[in-house]
């Protein structure tokens, strides 16, 4: 029963991230509208359009900053899971992502649960990509109990 509920929060937890995407270089400014801004204006250099309807962006956040990490990461949470999909998708398919003069990540925004079973199965994932075997990380990552099957 324990089991099961870890597995029901950590769906949830997966759910209410599903539209967030961290933002990794983007130089720090000050005040909330500013970063919002900014935000915006970086999503639409990579989805290549002229505007993005701003209130398709709910809310951008600085995380606290990280030991040696400078600028902090942002994490915003886009008003449809098809938007952040198109924005993930595109920035995938550059080499590089460059923005106002800094290289700039987008990184899916992963629950602590997900990160830890993405760590636990390094060793075969480097297996995999030594013998240039295709994988995939599924998001949310589906995982089976044995009892019943995976609803992903």
Not at 2 to 29: A, F, S, T, Y
Request: proline fraction near 5%; hydrophobic fraction near 35%; aromatic fraction near 6%.
């Amino acid at each position: 029963m324990l089991l099961e509920m870890r597995r029901q929060m950590e769906d949830l937890d997966k759910h209410g991230r599903r539209c967030n995407i961290r933002v990794r270089g983007v130089p720090e400014l000050e005040g909330e509208k500013d970063m919002e801004r900014l935000l915006t204006r970086l999503f639409c250099s990579i989805l290549q359009e002229d505007t993005l309807n701003t209130m398709e962006l709910i809310r951008a956040q600085l995380l606290p900053r990280l030991e040696n990490a400078a600028p902090r990461d942002l994490i915003c949470c886009l008003g449809s899971y098809k938007l952040k999909d198109n924005i993930m998708r595109k920035a995938c398919s550059r080499q590089t992502c460059e923005f106002q003069g800094a290289q700039v990540a987008l990184i899916n925004n992963l629950s602590s649960l997900t990160l830890e079973a993405k760590w636990a199965l390094q060793p075969v994932t480097i297996v995999l990509q030594e013998r240039r075997i295709p994988y995939r990380w599924g998001f949310p990552p589906c995982t089976f109990h044995g009892r019943k099957k995976c609803r992903h």
